[in-house]
């Protein structure tokens, strides 16, 4: 599931291109959604960052390199306004 996720980040596809040997694209998007939502993400991210050395960690990213990553062509009319069950930090 997890190499699922990076596979169609790294990529830029739909998540309905997914290759079958990630299993169900809607399974993987459903969980990366849920994850996303409840802080899993992060939390992932916080263990990550407890091995490594105290004068470091607190400097650790995720980064993107942008040559890989890019908007898809039609993203530039995207809605304005999240989905109702997608919360907004910042926002009560």
Known sequence: MI???FFRVRT?????DLPSCYGNWKT???RHRRWSMDGTWEKVLDGLR????AAEGA?????????VVRA???????RQVPP???PVKGMP
Not at 12 to 16: H, P, S, V
Not at 59 to 67: E, I, L
Not at 72 to 78: F, L, N, P, T
């Open 3 to 5: 190499n699922g996720v």
């Open 12 to 16: 830029n596809i739909t998540w309905r």
């Open 28 to 30: 993987v998007y459903n």
């Open 50 to 53: 407890a091995g490594c050395d």
């Open 59 to 67: 400097d650790w990213t995720v980064s993107v390199d942008s040559t």
């Open 72 to 78: 898809h062509q039609h993203a530039a009319g995207a």
């Open 84 to 86: 109702a069950d997608f």
